[in-house]
């Protein structure tokens, strides 16, 4: 006798083929590849909320379905590079973990053997990313409730795991402040392959700069709007030679189009075999002086206090 959860994705998957007609398909897509359809991963879609009982698109998801699927077409380049049929992700702050969920769905359908932690400190959230896994029937995906700025990844991998963490790729979506910088600093201690971060409301560089004492940049360091939107810039290119000196390439890219939101910056960095040099100090003093913590715990040797 077959489970009730096999029976009943025997029943969404002839809804699907229903559904999805070559003409429905055909005006989805609209002739171009999309990374991810409701015909190829329907469980997961339905379990991620953007699937309806019936398998057609939740009203107004059509959006979010295209900026999954472009954030993953982006990084499926390093990840065909990662070697070994094993592929370890540790999703950082995870919330939901949609994009988790998504690489973990990819990576199966090459052939890959993908394993994913995710962490986050809302142990309700994190309730609703096991039922989402059993919905989609991934059983490859684990979560755990702690501080990212506290956690002993080695000891939670084991745990959850049952094996030595050797992270492959950190993945940490609208880390919010420092958060970013939490999860920037596992990237760099457990020598990933690549991660790609997306920070959300840093404000740490602001708060310094509104007490900086008039001068060439007073305008924009005086000035509040300016000072948020120039300031979160900054410290993302901050953030990226600091990344640079610790051996990664790092590029600052756009994570969705503009127009679906303001904060749509995606650190992205790719470790290489040396280490490498970056202009930290020099932004920093080229801004007013002022520097970030993520310095301090990279041990980076320039402090980030501001100038005198």
Known sequence: MRAPGERWRDVYAERIGAVWTEGRRRALTGGRQMQVTPWDAPFLLR??????????????????????????????????????????????????????????????????????????????????????????????QRFAEASLEAVDLGALWRETHGEEARVDVLLALHACDTATDDALVLAVRHDVRFFAVAPCCQAELARSWADLPAGALGPIHHNPHMRRTVAASVTDAMRAELLRERGFDVRCVELVEAVHTPKNTLLFGHRRSDSGSGGYSALRDATGGCGIALADRLGSGATRGCMP
Do not use: M, Y
């Open 47 to 140: 379990a991620l909320g953007l699937l309806d009982a019936d398998g057609e698109l939740v009203k107004g998801r059509e959006r979010k379905l295209r900026q999954v699927g472009h954030l993953l077409g982006f990084l499926r380049p390093a990840l065909e590079e990662l070697d070994g049929p094993v592929v370890r992700i540790v999703d950082a702050g995870c919330g939901r973990s949609t994009l988790g969920a998504l690489v973990c769905w990819w990576l199966a359908r090459q052939g890959r053997e993908p394993r994913l932690l995710g962490i986050d400190r809302n142990a309700r959230v994190l309730e609703g990313c096991r039922e989402r896994a059993e919905l989609a029937g991934d059983g490859v």
